[in-house]
């Protein structure tokens, strides 16, 4: 079982930068890939990027290459989203999720297991 709880979301300006944090608990953290989602209002949930267990290989999607990175401490069970040159497009909740697996660039929803709360984002214009 893992619990994972976000944070470091709000209201920022466009071109500027935030910092997701996704906490979990439990002692098998190390051994999960790790994924980071979005879903903006009226809006499927998406893939933003993913990391496996050893934070060696990423994934993102081109939505967000380049500007994105995906990276993790295993030492204190977290996973983090930094997001620069922000635009509006990407006011969404963000969820960080957990899979056993890493799929690399296969990325679906359904292959998390554990999802977070998820934590707001919004970039005004």
């Known amino acids: 079982q893992v619990q994972l709880v976000e944070s470091g979301g709000g209201l920022v300006q466009a071109g500027d930068s935030l910092r997701l944090s996704c906490a979990a608990s439990?002692?098998?953290?190390?051994?999960?890939?790790m994924g980071w989602f979005r879903q903006a209002p009226g809006k499927e949930r998406e893939f933003v990027a993913a990391?496996?267990?050893?934070?060696?290989?990423?994934y993102y999607a081109d939505s967000v290459k380049g500007r994105f990175t995906i990276s993790r401490e295993n030492a204190k069970n977290t996973v983090y989203l930094q997001m620069n040159s922000l635009k509006p497009e990407d006011t969404a909740v963000y969820y960080c999720?957990?899979?056993?697996?890493?799929?690399?660039?296969?990325?679906?929803?359904?292959?998390?297991?554990?999802w977070g709360q998820g934590t707001q984002v919004t970039v005004s214009s």
């Open positions: 999720a957990a899979a056993r697996v890493y799929y690399g660039s296969e990325q679906r929803s359904d292959q998390y297991t554990y």
């Open positions: 990391i496996s267990w050893t934070g060696i290989s990423t």
């Open positions: 439990g002692r098998t953290f190390r051994s999960y890939a």
